[in-house]
C-alpha cells in the first residue's frame, strides 16, 4: 500500500515536496515513480528511480525536479522547483515490479495546483 502526499496550492515559480510512503519494504521493487493526471488528460510519467538508483525524467520537468528513495525507510521523494501552471494535476505515486512475481501498486493520488 502506498500513501502519497505534500500536494497543495502553490504560486508559479514556487516549490513543493512530494512524499511517498510503502507499507511495506520496497527493496523487491524494479521502479518507484510519480504519475500525474491534468483534468481531460492520460495520466503520464513524471519521475521514476530504479531500484539500482537510475532516475528518468519527463522532459516536462527535467532540470526542474529531482527524485529520490530510501529504501531503509522505503519512501521516496519528488522535489518539484519552478512550478508553472501546466504541472497542476493529480499526483500518484507508483511501485512497480517488472521482473515475476510482478506487481504495480498506486498510491491514492495528491492534487497539485500550481496558480499563475
Known amino acids: 500500500q502506498l500513501q502519497a502526499s505534500g500536494g497543495g496550492l502553490v504560486q508559479a515559480g514556487g516549490s513543493l515536496r512530494l512524499s511517498c510512503a510503502a507499507s511495506?519494504?520496497?527493496?523487491?521493487?524494479?521502479?518507484f515513480g510519480w504519475y500525474r493526471q491534468a483534468p481531460g488528460k492520460q495520466r503520464e510519467l513524471v519521475a521514476r528511480?530504479?531500484?539500482?538508483?537510475?532516475?528518468n525524467y519527463a522532459d516536462s520537468v527535467e532540470g526542474r525536479s529531482t527524485i529520490s528513495r530510501d529504501n531503509a525507510k522505503n519512501t521516496m521523494s519528488l522535489q518539484m522547483n519552478g512550478l508553472k501552471p501546466e504541472d497542476t494535476a493529480v499526483y500518484y505515486c507508483?511501485?512497480?515490479?517488472?521482473?515475476?512475481?510482478?506487481?504495480?501498486?498506486w498510491g491514492q493520488g495528491t492534487l497539485v495546483t500550481v496558480s499563475s
Open positions: 528511480i530504479s531500484s539500482g538508483g537510475t532516475t
Open positions: 511495506g519494504s520496497t527493496l523487491g521493487s524494479s521502479y
Open positions: 507508483n511501485m512497480r515490479r517488472i521482473i515475476a512475481p510482478t506487481f504495480n501498486y
